[in-house]
């Protein structure tokens, strides 16, 4: 599985940004999509996810603010990001889940400053 990411960048605290994440495979093959990041000095968390059966699970800091989402015909995930914040500064990587095996994307910088 081949994963490719974009849409990170330069926001304004509030402001709202989209990752994508286009998936090599069709989604129905791949168990979950999700998103992890890092922030300089701090430990991977994990975001978002949702799986082939559009189950969504968000961690409790972005909850209310991030939205999960996938297009099955472009076997694509989405990650909408509105009212973000400094503290939301990371480079964001997508995954894939498949036949137990975990696959990345290149990580995509999200910069959330004045």
């Known amino acids: 599985v081949q994963l490719q990411a974009s849409g990170g960048g330069l926001v304004q605290p509030g402001g709202s940004l989209r990752l994508s994440c286009a998936a090599s495979r069709t989604f129905f093959s791949i168990n979950a999509m999700g998103w992890y990041r890092q922030a300089p000095g701090k430990q991977r968390e994990l975001v978002a996810f949702?799986?082939?059966?559009?189950?969504?699970n968000y961690a409790d800091s972005v909850k209310g603010r991030f939205t999960i989402s996938r297009d099955n015909a472009k076997s694509t995930v989405y990650l909408q990001m509105n009212s973000l914040r400094p503290e939301d500064t990371a480079v964001y990587s997508c995954?894939?889940?498949?036949?137990?095996?975990?696959?990345w994307g290149q990580g995509t910088l999200v910069t959330v400053s004045n």
């Open positions: 949702i799986t082939s059966g559009a189950t969504t």
């Open positions: 995954y894939a889940l498949h036949t137990s095996k975990y696959y």
